[in-house]
């Protein structure tokens, strides 16, 4: 027997039937095989430049200033604070910090804490597909039965009649994430009100993933769903500052919701974590009051990188599909020939040496366009989306 089915014996023997039900993080994975290969690594989504000196030195300082212990665990009341202006400044959304604010390690945390908090065994939870990877495992995890509804492609909308055919009285929540990660889409209001109707009429949680709300493009504004009419209480937003504050790394997410779902979801964050870093909290709630101006330059920064990527990538002859929001490029591998995205994203990390994510691992099994697109991640500076590009035009 070779070692590697000894490993996969053991691995059988002591593993769970949940471990055992995934295969691991595709987005993760090509990160590993591109370091592997010396890919420029356009999969993952984190920034290849410094956060801002002045968020750094807020949490050396914290650090220094010994705010090294736990930390309440649903969060020091100097971020939850800063979170309660914040959505009062952007939003003009009311939060009671004391009631309804959870921090958590990341929204990853946050997206499974709720989950955790509110899914019985069983209950059907509807998500958009493409989906971000994450929340089809953390659905089976929590006991849901995930109920896929599909975004059409080129403009990644959900045709009505399907999306209201998904809602049923064994719907418990949806999982919305707008803008939205790996399609750009930005789900406009006709869309939202939509969905806010099926949640009332059905009485299903709205649970929102806005970690992309100031990323995103051409004067289109970002609307939260928990500024719907009848949707404040039945909606739970899930935030985080990895992606604003180009911190991926600092694991800072939050949660927002009603007072009486906020104590389960605080209940669960408490078991899986007991809280997140200290310091880094009293850094982020100093971030959270950066001036709009920053969150100006953020988009704009973006924008300018989007709109390289759409071009050089036109030119090399993907097919790609213009985000609205977020930092990610759909693209189609018809034009190459290649059945499979799987194989091509897996030449293009080891040939061509730029590793992408496969469209596949954003939908389940017997998706319509599963094997259709491989997944561009732009929020590089320019000279690795230069490089990158340099080595794409092999494929011309
Ligand atoms: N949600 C979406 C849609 C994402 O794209 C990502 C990361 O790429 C996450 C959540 C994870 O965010 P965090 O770093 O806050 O855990």
New binding site residues.
């Given amino acids: 027997m070779n070692q590697n089915s000894q490993q996969a014996q053991t691995l059988r023997k002591y593993a769970s039937e949940k471990a055992g039900r995934f295969t691991e993080s595709v987005i993760r994975e090509m990160s590993r095989i591109a370091a592997a290969h010396k890919a420029i690594n356009l999969a993952q989504?984190f920034p290849d430049f410094p956060a801002s000196d002045q968020i750094k030195e807020a949490a050396v300082k914290a650090i220094l200033e010994d705010h090294n212990q736990y930390a309440i665990t649903w969060g020091t009341k100097s971020l939850r604070d800063a979170i309660t202006l914040k959505n009062k400044r952007d939003y003009n959304i009311d939060i009671d910090p004391e009631t309804q604010i959870t921090v958590c390690c990341?929204?990853?945390e946050g997206m499974v804490a709720t989950l955790l908090a509110t899914i019985n065994p069983g209950d059907e939870v509807i998500i958009f597909q493409p989906f971000?990877e994450?929340y089809g495992p953390d659905a089976v995890l929590c006991g849901a039965s995930p109920k896929y509804v599909q975004l059409h492609p080129p403009e990644f909308s959900f045709n009505k009649e399907e999306l209201t055919a998904a809602f049923s009285n064994r719907t418990r929540a949806i999982i919305i994430?707008t803008p939205n990660?790996p399609t750009g889409k930005v789900f406009n209001r006709e869309e939202l009100d939509l969905i806010a109707k099926l949640c009332i009429q059905y009485d299903v949680l709205a649970i929102t993933?806005e970690?992309?709300e100031h990323i995103i493009y051409d004067e289109i504004k970002h609307i939260p769903l928990a500024t719907l009419p009848g949707m404040a209480e039945r909606t739970i937003t899930i935030n985080?500052i990895?992606k604003t504050y180009s911190v991926?790394g600092w694991?800072i997410?939050y949660v927002i919701a009603s007072g009486e779902i906020s104590r389960s979801i605080r209940k669960m964050h408490d078991f899986l974590t007991v809280g997140a870093a200290a310091p880094l909290q009293v850094a982020a709630a100093q971030a959270l009051n950066f001036p709009t101006t920053y969150y100006e330059k953020l988009a704009d920064f973006y924008s300018k990188r989007r709109d390289f990527m759409l071009k050089e990538l036109a030119a090399i002859g993907f097919n790609c599909i213009r985000p609205a929001g977020a930092y990610y490029i759909m693209a189609d591998i018809a034009p190459f020939g290649w059945k499979n995205d799987v194989d091509f994203a897996r030449h293009l990390a080891e040939k061509v040496g730029v590793a992408v994510v496969p469209g596949s691992s954003f939908y389940q099994d017997d998706a319509n366009d599963k094997h259709r697109f491989i997944r561009f991640c732009f929020c590089k500076q320019f000279a690795t989306l230069e490089a990158a590009i340099e080595r794409l035009q092999k494929l011309k």
Avoid: K, L, Q
Wanted: hydrophobic content about 5%; cysteine-free; overall charge neutral.
């Fill in positions: 989504g990341g929204s990853t971000y994450n994430n990660n993933d970690i992309y985080s990895s991926t694991r997410g």
